[in-house]
C-alpha cells in the first residue's frame, strides 16, 4: 500500500522505508519557529537553562504575539529572547519591526517553509504552512525546546483524510469561506491528518490556500497539506533559492475518507460563538439580526494582502457604522508596507478603521482590541472560543474580511456580495 503525502515526509526524516498508520517514528526537524511566548519556561532570574542548541541554522526566533511588548512580562521574553540568539548565534531572529510580523505569515513569506519539510513551532497555528507542502506543526514549550537541543522530535503517524476540491468558487467567496463550510458540514478531524487536492486548486491562491490551511487547526487537524502544484512553485520561486523537493502521495495512498466539495455551491460563511466544527451556516441564512461592537481584520489566517485588499474595496467611499470599532491589523510588516503603498490604509483609515501595527494583537485577546464583557465581534481571525478575545460573556463570530468590512459598515453581521459587486463595478 502507498503512502500519503505526511507518511512520505516522515519516512524520508526517520529513514523508515514505509509507514503505517499508527507507527511512532523519531524524525529530525529542518525548521524549529520560537515566538515570544516560547521564552517563559526559560526564565530563571538572569540565566538560561539551555546549555546547548542542535543546528542552531536550523532555528528561527520571530517575535510576534505582544509586540512592541505591551506589559513588562512581554517585555522580559522580548529581552530573554535576544538574550539567546546573542548566546547561540542564531542568524534568522525577527526582532520587533524591520521584517518582523505574525510568525506563520512571516515563514511564509521568507521560504521558511518548503515542500518536504517538516517545520515545528509554539503556536499552534503552524499547520499554516501545509498551504506550501510542508508537513507542518505547532509544538508545545517543552517539545519545541527539545527540537532546539537534539533537533528531533517523534510523531505518531495519524489517517488521513482527503478533501477533493471542484468547481469553481463564486465571486465573493474566499478561503476562509470555504473553509467554515467544510467544517459546519464535516465537523471535527481530531486525531487525522487533512490533504487536499482536486481540480479547483488553480483557482485557490496561495493566501487562500495558507486560511485554509491555518483554519485546519480549528478542526484539530494534527498536519494538513496542500500539493507543490503550479501555484505553490511559482510563489515558492519568488521567496527562495533553496532547493524545492515537492511530496506527491503514492497512487494507492490510503485515506480514511476521501470527500468531495463543490466550491462553486458555497456562499458567504460565519461560525457562530464558542466554537467552530457543525457551527457555521450561510450569512444569509441567519435567521436574527446581529449586532457587532467590533469588527476585526487580521491574524495569522486573514491579515494578508489580500485581505486588506478586499476590505479597503468594501469600504471604499463608505464610513464605518456609528458604535463599531473597526480595527486592521496587517499579518506582517511587508504586507503593512505594501498595504500603503497600494493605497489600501489609507481608504481603511478614511472609512474610520484602526490599522494597528503587525502583531497577534486582538486575536488572542493580548492587546489592541480586547472585548469587554457582553460585546460582540465578528472577525477573520482564527478562533472564536469563549473569552478568546477579551471577556468570557464576550461573543465571537469568524467570517471573511469581506464579510467583517461589510458588517463594520451596518453594525450588524452582513453578507458582502453586494458591497463587492458595487466595488467591481467601481
Known amino acids: 500500500m502507498g503512502m500519503t503525502v505526511v ?39 538572569d540565566s538560561f537553562d539551555i546549555l546547548r542548541v542542535d543546528h542552531p541554522e536550523r532555528i528561527a526566533v520571530i517575535l510576534d504575539h505582544a509586540v512592541p511588548a505591551p506589559t513588562v512580562q512581554d517585555a522580559v521574553y522580548h529581552q530573554a529572547a535576544r538574550a539567546f540568539v546573542r548566546k547561540f548565534g542564531i542568524e534568522r531572529f525577527t526582532d520587533v519591526g524591520a521584517n518582523g510580523g505574525i510568525c506563520h505569515q512571516v515563514i511564509l513569506e521568507s521560504g521558511l517553509a518548503r515542500p518536504g519539510q517538516i ?12 498551504a506550501l507542502n510542508c508537513a507542518a506543526r505547532g509544538l508545545g514549550p517543552a517539545e519545541i525546546l ?45 486525531g487525522h491528518n487533512i490533504e487536499f487536492d482536486g481540480e479547483a486548486l488553480p483557482y485557490l491562491s496561495i493566501d487562500d490556500r495558507a486560511t485554509i490551511a491555518t483554519m485546519c487547526q480549528e478542526v484539530s487537524a494534527n498536519f494538513a497539506t496542500f500539493p507543490a502544484d503550479e501555484v505553490v512553485m511559482n510563489y515558492l520561486r519568488q521567496v527562495t533559492t533553496d532547493p524545492i523537493h515537492p511530496v506527491v502521495a503514492d497512487p494507492d495512498a490510503e485515506y480514511e475518507d476521501v ?70 491589523t496587517p499579518a506582517s510588516q511587508k504586507v503593512y508596507l505594501d ?59 469568524i467570517a471573511s474580511s469581506a464579510s467583517v468590512a461589510a458588517s463594520a459598515l451596518t453594525g450588524r453581521i452582513t453578507d458582502p456580495t453586494s ?5 467591481a463595478l467601481a
Open 339 to 397: 498595504a500603503v503603498r497600494l493605497g489600501y490604509v489609507e481608504t481603511l483609515v478614511e472609512a474610520g478603521a484602526v490599522v494597528t501595527n503587525s502583531t497577534c494583537g486582538a486575536c488572542p485577546g493580548g492587546h489592541l482590541g480586547v472585548l469587554a464583557p457582553g460585546e460582540v465581534c465578528i472577525t477573520s481571525s482564527t478562533r472564536n472560543f469563549k473569552g478568546r478575545m477579551g471577556s468570557p460573556d464576550a461573543k465571537v463570530y
Open 146 to 190: 527539545q527540537i532546539v537541543c537534539t533537533g528531533k522530535t517523534w510523531f505518531q503517524v495519524s489517517p488521513t483524510i482527503k478533501y477533493v476540491l471542484e468547481g469553481r468558487p463564486q465571486p465573493g467567496v474566499f478561503g476562509k469561506d470555504i473553509f467554515l463550510h467544510i467544517a459546519g458540514l464535516y465537523g471535527s478531524v481530531e
Open 259 to 328: 470527500r468531495t466539495v463543490d466550491l462553486s455551491r458555497i456562499r458567504p460563511q460565519v461560525a457562530k460563538p464558542d466554537f467552530v466544527p457543525h457551527n457555521t451556516l450561510p450569512i444569509a441564512e441567519l435567521t436574527d439580526e446581529v449586532r457587532v461592537d467590533q469588527a476585526f481584520v487580521g491574524s495569522c489566517a486573514n491579515g494578508k494582502l489580500e485581505d486588506l485588499r478586499i476590505a479597503a474595496a468594501v469600504v471604499k467611499g463608505r464610513r464605518v457604522a456609528a458604535g463599531v470599532r473597526f480595527i486592521v
Open 419 to 423: 458591497y463587492l459587486a458595487q466595488a
Open 7 to 45: 507518511q512520505k515526509i516522515l519516512a524520508a526524516h526517520s529513514g523508515a522505508e514505509a509507514l503505517a498508520v499508527g507507527d511512532i517514528v523519531a524524525c529530525y526537524v529542518d525548521v524549529a519557529v520560537m515566538i515570544d511566548y516560547s521564552f517563559s519556561p526559560l526564565i530563571a532570574g
Open 119 to 130: 517545520l515545528t513551532c509554539a503556536d499552534s497555528h503552524t499547520i499554516a504552512s501545509g
